[in-house]
């Protein structure tokens, strides 16, 4: 069992800048595929990005490149979203998953090939 906890939301202006955390417990980090998805109300979940198990190997939703980093800290057990320039679009409840597969494109963006999830942070971003 892995235990996610994100942490880190909050309310920001356009523009603005947060930082989310998500900490892992329960079994080996360095073992899994780390993710982050959000779900803005009414939508699906969808795929931001994710972060392979050396921390070097990372992909991103095209709506997210350029201002958002994903990271991680396998001594701390902690992945990160550095997310800059935030604008309203970015508004969502995130949450941090673990998987075993990086696999295809498709199939690292697909919430249902995860199998540990956070209970999420919600981000508001304000125009």
């Known amino acids: 069992q892995v235990q996610l906890v994100e942490s880190g939301g909050g309310l920001v202006q356009a523009g603005g800048s947060l930082r989310l955390s998500c900490a892992a417990s329960g079994r080996t980090f360095n073992r899994d595929i780390m993710a982050w998805f959000r779900q803005a109300p009414g939508k699906e979940r969808e795929f931001v990005a994710a972060i392979g198990r050396n921390g070097v190997t990372t992909a991103y939703t095209d709506s997210v490149k350029g201002r958002f980093t994903v990271s991680r800290d396998n001594v701390k057990n902690t992945v990160y979203l550095q997310m800059n320039s935030l604008n309203p679009e970015d508004t969502a409840v995130y949450y941090c998953?673990?998987?075993?597969?990086?696999?295809?494109?498709?199939?690292?963006?697909?919430?249902?090939?995860?199998?540990?999830w956070g209970k999420g942070t919600l981000v508001t971003v304000s125009s």
């Open positions: 998953a673990a998987g075993d597969t990086w696999g295809t494109s498709s199939y690292l963006r697909s919430p249902g090939n995860m199998y540990y």
